[in-house]
């Protein structure tokens, strides 16, 4: 006697075509799925690869314009405030000029601007705007690292003052 006969229960053997499609088209989308992401998470990765790569550029800027200021002060000094600068590298020392190099890694443009420094008379604090004392001995240095991606100029930027410690 075959209790499964007995009690109503009609098995099937083996996948029916059904059941073949729907786990390939799970199979499928999962597979899809995976491969946008990946795509997404390799473009993200390149985009805030150049974000990075800027972040160094921006840092050797500052350092630039430190190892500039210790060779002599005269190098930030003598550079017309509020023009366009770059930085160059003639083989022993930094320089700037305002004849645009080739791009760095052929990507990036890296730009600077001195701007002079004011003070606040009995605070000495430095101002925003030229109502206080003009301090020869300090300079704003506003650095820009710029690049295409996707068609349009992505930039990042960092201000920082600079000193006269030597002379």
Do not use: C
């Amino acid at each position: 006697m075959n209790i499964h006969k007995d009690i109503g229960l009609n098995y099937k053997k083996g996948i029916s075509i059904i059941e073949v499609i729907v786990a390939s088209v799970i199979i499928s989308l999962s597979v899809i799925s995976i491969s946008v992401v990946y795509g997404n998470l390799v473009s993200l990765s390149l985009e805030n690869t150049k974000k990075v790569q800027a972040a160094f550029l921006l840092d050797e800027g500052v350092e630039i314009i430190k190892t500039m200021r210790n060779e002599s002060w005269s190098n930030i000094s003598n550079i017309s405030s509020g023009s366009i600068n770059y930085f160059i590298w003639n083989g022993n020392v930094w320089k700037s000029t305002t004849t645009a190099p080739s791009l760095i890694d052929n990507t990036f443009t890296r730009t600077f601007v001195v701007s002079p420094v004011y003070r606040d008379v009995s605070t000495f604090n430095i101002l925003p705007d030229t109502s206080g004392l003009l301090d020869a001995g300090t300079k704003k240095i506003d650095i820009s690292v710029s690049w295409l991606h996707q068609g349009a100029t992505s930039t990042k930027n960092i201000t920082t003052y600079i000193f006269n410690l030597y002379e």
